[in-house]
T-cell receptor, first 116, second 112 residues
Framework: EPEVTQTPSHQVTQMGQEVILRCVPI?????FYWYRQILGQKVEFLVS????????KSEIFDDQFSVERPDGSNFTLKIRSTKLEDSAMYFC??????????????FGQGTRLTVV | GDSVTQMEGPVTLSEEAFLTINCTYT??????LFWYVQYPGEGLQLLLK?????DKGSNKGFEATYRKETTSFHLEKGSVQVSDSAVYFC???????????FGTGTRLTIIP
């Protein structure tokens, strides 16, 4: 069964360092997303990506964040200069068509980012 | 804005007990409602969904009914199993909008 794959499963980084979280969406999907969950809080939408550009982003997704689909298979989230408050579980998701009523998004298993 | 409020966890039940996890929502438009589940070490998986009022979503013995009058989508199962131990997330999307709005998740542990 096709699945969304995220690497690494856990990343520890020092404050101020750049990190890249990687995702391989399902191959025929066209819409890609990043979400995050700070421990004990809600899963929050960060950004959606379609046709090689950002289609929507939340207020969390500031200039420190960027996304890229460099090679047609990977979908990456970069944080340029990590802060302690970036520590969270980051989920990648993909969908094969736009979010019409009830369309399912498929999620990866998440990357736990710990900033120290 | 749109929001989802779900029952605080963790919830611990004995096998074969009845399960209810409450979920209520606030939405600016007409939402579709979802329950996602995350088993240990895995990603979020869609458990069930409902796209209009009074619809009942069901899967693996779980059910939830879209109640517009009470803005609720409570998850129920008549007899839980140890394998149901997971984190359950209630979520919504608004038609024409791409993003999911999630609740905080409820960790469910079933003991034999």
């Amino acid at each position: 069964e096709p699945e969304v794959t995220q690497t690494p499963s856990h990343q520890v980084t020092q404050m101020g360092q750049e990190v890249i979280l990687r995702c391989v969406p399902i191959s025929n999907h066209l819409y890609f997303y990043w979400y995050r969950q700070i421990l004990g809080q809600k899963v929050e939408f960060l950004v959606s990506f379609y046709n090689n550009e950002i289609s929507e982003k939340s207020e969390i997704f500031d200039d420190q964040f960027s996304v890229e689909r460099p090679d047609g298979s990977n979908f990456t989230l970069k944080i340029r200069s990590t802060k302690l408050e970036d520590s969270a579980m980051y989920f990648c998701a993909s969908r094969n068509r736009q979010g019409a009523s009830g369309t399912e998004a498929f999620f990866g298993q998440g990357t736990r980012l710990t900033v120290v | 804005g749109d929001s989802v409020t779900q029952m605080e966890g963790p919830v611990t039940l004995s096998e074969e007990a009845f399960l209810t996890i409450n979920c209520t929502y606030t939405a600016t438009g007409y939402p579709s409602l979802f329950w996602y589940v995350q088993y240990p070490g895995e990603g979020l998986q869609l458990l069930l969904k409902a796209t209009k009022a009074d619809d009942k979503g069901s899967n693996k013995g779980f059910e939830a009914t879209y109640r517009k009058e009470t803005t609720s989508f409570h998850l129920e199962k008549g007899s839980v199993q140890v394998s149901d131990s997971a984190v359950y997330f209630c979520a919504l999307t608004i038609f024409g909008n791409e993003k999911l709005t999630f609740g905080t998740g409820t960790r469910l542990t079933i003991i034999p």
